[in-house]
């Protein structure tokens, strides 16, 4: 089925945390080594978990997908190398993230929202409601429900992005509840426009992908938006970065 709005190519990337091989129907993601530098001295050299990163998300989709009705991409296989990396392999969603969407507009002919069919307002604004009601209605609920006495995933803690990106420590100890309670709850940790899949026509959620940050937290990490904006603002709130970090201590 081709499906209109389709626009992720092909090839192949190379990120801080990953090499991204796409193709027709897969994503093939493999951790990079933790000295590889991406480039040029502006680059961002390579972050640390890169293995663990990899090695969660596969754990996350198989919690999420066998606890859960969140829609997430198949797991389709995953592992270690003899070199310490880790790769996984998924079926690769055919649709289109929620921060392209406006890119054009999404209507069918006749029925479009702007004439020439290029960017479109309307369009943008639909999906991301659409989004905004379905992770708050259905996602974050769920997710709530996933609890745990121990922080982090598997024994092993990775902060979000948004916590880690100004700070030094880089290495968070699991955490024991001191109440013995199950206190923690499983969150996605980079849940935004770009880990969100729409259907390019019904502008609905389609899957929520990359886990690679998830595990569980106290409460108040259960932090998300659709909004470009205000997730990048996630990464200058240094009064809430403080505040949680003190939670993880
Ligand atoms: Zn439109």
Known sequence: MVVSGYKEKEGESLTPFYNLITTKSAWLKHSVKPWLKTGTEDELASRPYNTERILHYAAALQLVSRKTTIPVPRLIDFGKNDDGTAWIELERPRGVWLDA???????????????????????????????????????????????????????????????????????????????????????????????????????????????EDAGYFPPEFQLWSVERSDYEDLYENDEQRKRLMALMM
């Open 101 to 211: 969407v406006g890119d054009q507009c999404r209507m069918p002919a006749g029925k479009k929202h702007v004439a020439d069919g290029g960017e479109c307002d309307e369009c943008d604004r639909i999906a991301r409601a659409n989004a905004r009601r379905f992770i708050a209605e259905e996602v974050v609920p769920q997710l709530n429900s996933l609890t745990s006495d121990t922080t982090g995933l598997d024994g092993v803690v990775i902060p979000p992005l948004w916590v880690q990106f100004h700070t030094k420590t880089a290495y968070w100890p699991s955490k024991k509840s001191a109440s013995g309670q199950q206190e923690y709850v499983f969150c996605h940790g980079n849940l935004h426009g770009h880990s969100i899949m729409m259907h390019a026509e019904t502008l609905h959620v389609l899957k929520i992908v990359d886990w």
